[in-house]
């Protein structure tokens, strides 16, 4: 059995975003590689399956693109010599997450390829919902794929439309016409680097500066790890290309309707990012404050699941004034290659992740603040740890709405009948995880995160899905 | 240039504990392997060098003892293979710490040597202050030694007192008449488990059950990571002997003076775990309501920087009344691997590890709670990314005294040369990191932290060893 | 610097054959992973950069091609883990050589992608003189490269064909039409395994039966290997499919002018081999017989230079009467990742591949066969050895006409001004090398090697290129 | 499983040499880390499973010993870097056999040590029959082993007598008057390197010059290797010591009676080295020279298995006139972790490894020489593989007598009832093996191959052991 078939996945019953991508572009001709590594360090959370790096030297020959992929964490694919080699002013970066099916090394990102106009790298986060009808459309013109990976469809087009534009950034935009589903990307031909962002702007990119570079990231904690300063988030729908000459926008495909994932701000995000002007920590602090109004419940304590429960119990004790405590260590150095325990030691080993200050919550009422619950186990498990040390009562409160659709618009949220909140009423799930109360952040409330904008998307709570879904599930025909 | 030496070290101003041990006897016969494994995860902050495991079979024929060794983190060394390998009902386990002259593979424990009554897997937490004179006496004699760790002349005086001794727990005693230093020891025989602590009580060790099985390990974490419930503190002085009967103890070592490590409930120790029937985290929170006694200031929020400021920072905020906050956000995914940056982007490059919330801390004045400045460049660079990021003042408390000697006690507390405050007074240190004041606990407060007790070593701070320290250098003669 | 960058590649100064390929299906549904590993052993001297398998499990669903694939031998890439996971009952093999230049991750085979009618694995031996034309020509109508492989060319090509034919076989035959150039392709479809040979037949390839499978490869002592018997060659031009209802030849591309590679005899098979119906050990030994004849000279013994001067020595001392002797020690252990000597020990370290036997060759006058002379330089130093060694004559006899124009057919002799023959007349070259005579194999003799057919290709002796060569170097290009 | 238990051993009916050592002392300060490298490439052959440096810089402090170990062949334990870091101008170097019992990291040599002296390194060719006795003598005055090897005890005895020695060398001696058994040995202090072999002379060494280095080797071929001349073997029970004052030899322990292996000459060692003045090639030539004696047979060729049994065929053709021919095709690249056949394919895939050259032997009366039969297995596989390929008879004769008693003298000849010629008649081996007639070479014509010399040790064949075999299995004890 391979290695990573070993992983113990019992532990985590979480939601992944499925990509982040950096790019930057220096004028002074400077090598950039390791500015691109401390990048996508920044992004490790959106994806740890995989990871890449691809540069191109404008002062080189048109071709000179070089590039350095792999599976693994980003400390675990770079080194000092491979760094070294990927000479060059332009970069992009692409991590990616670790779904069990399509994880392989042929789906490795950014994609390098050869066409008709030299060479071209796209790092995609996000994903397309008419990718099957796209692909089936290049294929009977004859095209052949080597991977399972959106980006190929979207190199495809950007390809053919080369054919008839006179610039790579027109032929993204020809190409986005087509294009339904979410998507951030960052594009290198050898001169130019491109961001581009969905009409709907589902997944975040944003624009820095540094001395004399430009910047692309999925989020503003990556300028801040590079040094950038932050100029401003990509629009939806808006093109951004940089040249020599400076950086250009292109704002024709924009339009009134947005579809902001609220989900980056409840959870994947960094706290220390802001996407489109908001805070995620300040988002994730006023989720507290809401459930502290609707959900308020007596207690000694208040304390936050680490670690995106902790900005929303920091939320919920300023509301209520109820004492904010930590009450629970996390063991950092259970990674992904933990050896799983057998079955029979299951129930005591929840511990090795994470362990409870048994001082802290011994005969206290404790309000227990998490983000989100999927299938139910691991905030069962939690509760009973709780308990186990002393806790009188568990209040459960949670930051954000309860999973209700899959998501097809770049996040692993799963099919309805494997979330919990599906098949059981909230009373239900209560009783099932053990806690004394449950409450769940209202949906109507949910704007309040972004400081009243209603442009975001909410369709994994509500079934309001911006686009229509596809049909059959996207990601298996096309699997080997 | 090997990989190791590309590890980033700049950012790391950090002091470390040079191991943790851990044993497992189970009386049932399972295997226990799994058990060791998850033991050294939850102590894995004590030594991210190398680790190993050493198991017996008590149903097998005597010499059946079975180990494996390597460099490198807990789930980099162990394959679901290994482990399956280490087949038997009784374990040593053992977490080491890089330094960077002695790392090497024949250092690794435990150390397992066969004598003149069979097999002994041996592994030791601590550092003796003789070694030298014991080396030298052992080589008189004819002794050779293949590693540059005290745990090889531990091994060498049991072989030589169990000549004349009836058992292996004898031998250990007598063989601890000659030690000088610190030492907790988890030693394993083919047929026995047992844990031995210097008289002074330098490292702690504990005692924990879980059914049919006794636990021998560094802190009460790794007990609850098993599942075992803590039983006692093994005493300093104290021998435990764990066979088929049952647990058997010997005190006639034990002595009026006691010199626990007052730094491990400052900073070593994880806040979960209890030392010596004192709660680590609570230790921490009283270090906190301290400074706030004795270094008021008035200030907006008081901040923790990450991870061992945290409990000291609720403490301060307890006792101040000053709001907590949480500033600074870690990426945990920085591991020792990490490729430093080159000199001219150490700037800025400081957030790679570490990034601030600026919406938390712009225009406020900061209280910002540290467990120690050893050289003091990591508080600088601190200190100066919060006043980047807004902060009207930061007022620098540290939950230590001010280090002033070495440790030859098993910490790498460095000569004095290299500790900031030997040379510096607070007021010149509070200028160098840029804080606007600074604080540190007093000496005189020290036993607060562990209710009034007096039986600590505070060695480190006020130059009061408990035992003569060694003229030089231990390590430099042997190593190679 | 990388690891393979420090291979030493000073002494091999050899020609290299560029690819291998492999194929089996096997009608009664029994997993082939471990019989495609085994014939690429078998096949490992015509490439040792790259390897990799593809398979399909006919009973499974249409798409369930699994493939593996790696850098590095094949004792090297694989694993009994990945062959495990290889579950199939068809598959196509692949070893690559390793050219400095195109050495990456992307360029190993088979090359396994999706198109519209499903899954298509390809194996191919050889090279394309038209690929640039080709790939221009795709280009042009939106085609994007992840490669700078051929058989990428070749892919796209059936793809594009298979739109308006009604099966994969009748693909590969339209795009043969295209091709120009060498190949030998194994291809897989999930259902169908193809064989095909380019019309001039430049590359063997040769078809096997083993119990109810069929199996195709490179060279028949691969069938040997997996316990096939030999069925016969595909002819130049052929196209084979197999499926479940047994094999199927189609031969209308077949054409009376053939160009088997003549150097596949003399130097790149092994002597296990049977070629067209020709053994490769006897074509060698014929050469051996050849030189005898037409460079005759007083001598006590004849050596070959190991391995592949050896038949040749044997024809010569057959022929001749003189004594066949063994002069040299191989070491084999000696692989690719060898680290190099400095400049300093050069001279003298050539003995660490080859050794001599001083007692065989002391005061002899010996005849020393060799398979070719590319730069000259590893010549020069045997003869030298052989001098040092007591050798009171050395005359080289070389079984291959002098190399004087590139080869654009798959193999790697390189552009005419490396050729020590281009530009030194056969006295000088002897002079530069240290020999006491020279003699070469004549251009007319060479079809005696092959029992008298004429059907072959010796362009890289005489310049007469069966197909018109591309007008500048074909890999620089496209190559990243 | 652990991959190396993967490994194919089905097809290796081999003797194994335990190791191979090898030193070199630079006067004018090179540094030599490289030329041990090469040198224990020359060696590979006697050890596969580990190998290991360590040098001394005699211009350094007296400790400053590096060494640099690991499991595995000489080009997959070092990298560029480890060799880099490896300064110095006296080394030791040593290959071990891999078996399966006692293969791990801790058996690598060199051993290196500390004493009471500084520091030492040991490489050890050979078996001592009275380490039990030695090793319970250390332990009953406190010794601890670390290892199971016998190498540790040798350095206990040299450290013990150290104590009462003027020098290093003059220990050595006195540890050799307690030694029992076969040894070859190759010893470091900071300042000088120590030559060594017991009075028995079982194992090889021999002395080199290269410039103004001195080299010690097991075998000569190692000295060509590195570019040294040979200057002579090291005498059974010569001490011989180099010092920067040059070579300095005692003799004082050598004996009359010496029993030199006669294995080494017929199979061990290579065919281009010189054992004791006696060149490994003309006696294998001498063996098959003696084979055509006495068992002559009418054929058409006569054929070496290779690599071993290609000497012997040459010398059976020059005696008998019979025409000596290559039958078998050895693949180089099926290494150690070569993944094993089911079963139900191994009849088929013995040719995996060895492929018949049809053409050659078809029809063809064969003479096949190998050097020896084991267990039979392979043999059989052998004669029915050229049986199958269509010759009409086989003759096996085998260059040595036949195996009927265990070596204790350093290699793996394993114990009777493992050995096919313990437990059956010629005749009924010849059944068992397919032969149409089987000769053996005798055991009173041994003496033939070294050139009438008696000072051989023929136990393997005879049970006549110059040394009282120990009583029981040596190593079980103290494996674990």
């Given amino acids: 059995m391979d290695k990573s078939a070993q992983i113990d996945t019992w532990i985590s019953d979480e939601i992944h975003e499925e990509c982040g991508v950096f790019g930057i572009y ?15 360090f920044a992004l490790q959370h959106r994806g740890q399956e995989s990871c890449g790096i691809a540069v191109s030297d404008t002062s080189g020959p048109k071709g000179s693109v070089r590039s350095y992929k792999g599976m693994g964490l980003v400390n675990e694919v770079f080194t000092p010599e491979s760094l070294e080699d990927l000479k060059g002013n332009i970069g992009v970066g692409h991590v990616r997450y670790s779904t069990a099916g399509a994880s392989n090394r042929e789906n490795t990102q950014p994609l390098v390829l050869n066409y008709v106009k030299g060479t071209l790298a796209l790092a995609h986060n996000g994903n397309l919902v008419n990718a099957p009808e796209l692909k089936e459309g290049l294929a009977y013109t004859g095209a052949i794929f080597q991977t399972t990976i959106d980006s190929e469809v979207i190199a495809y087009l950007i390809a053919r439309e080369r054919l008839q534009t006179r610039s790579v950034e027109e032929a993204v935009k020809n190409a986005m016409l087509k294009l339904k589903g979410a998507y951030s990307l960052v594009i290198m031909s050898p001169r130019k680097l491109i961001g581009a962002r969905d009409p709907f702007g589902f997944r975040p990119l944003c624009i820095g500066k540094r001395g004399n570079s430009y910047v692309l990231a999925s989020e503003s904690a990556a300028l801040d790890t590079v040094g950038a300063d932050f100029v401003r988030d990509v629009e939806p729908g808006e093109v ?105 030691m299951r129930e005591s080993s929840v511990k090795i992740k994470l362990n409870v200050l048994r001082d802290v919550v011994k005969d206290k009422r404790v309000i227990m603040i998490d983000d989100s619950i999927v299938r139910g186990t691991t905030s069962e498990r939690i509760v009973r740890m709780l308990k186990s040390a002393g806790a009188k009562e568990v209040h459960v409160r949670i930051s954000s709405p309860p999973f209700l659709y899959p998501c097809y618009f770049g996040t692993d949220v799963p099919s309805d009948d494997q979330l919990i909140a599906h098949n059981n009423t909230v009373e239900k799930i209560r009783d099932m995880i053990g806690a004394d109360s449950l409450g769940y952040l209202g949906v109507d409330r949910l704007s309040e995160l972004i400081e009243g904008d209603r442009g975001y998307c909410d369709a994994c709570f509500t079934g309001n899905y911006p686009i229509e879904p596809p049909k059959e599930d996207i990601r298996g025909e096309y699997d080997r």
């Fill in 26 to 40: 220096d004028f002074d001709g400077n090598d950039i590689a390791l500015s691109v590594y401390y990048g996508l």
């Fill in 240 to 344: 951004v290309m940089i040249n020599q000459e400076g950086i250009h926008s292109d704002m024709s495909m924009t339009q009134p309707k947005k579809a902001k994932c609220i989900f980056e701000y409840i959870y994947f995000a960094r706290p220390d990012s802001c996407l489109d002007s908001v805070s995620v920590y300040n988002s994730r602090i006023m989720a507290g404050r809401i459930l502290a109004q609707t959900y308020a419940v007596e207690a000694d304590i208040v304390v936050g699941v680490p670690d995106s429960g902790n900005a929303a119990a920091y939320g919920y004790s300023l509301e209520s004034g109820i004492q904010l405590a930590t009450a629970f260590v996390k063991n950092s150095y259970v990674g992904r290659t933990f050896i799983k325990p057998k079955q029979s």
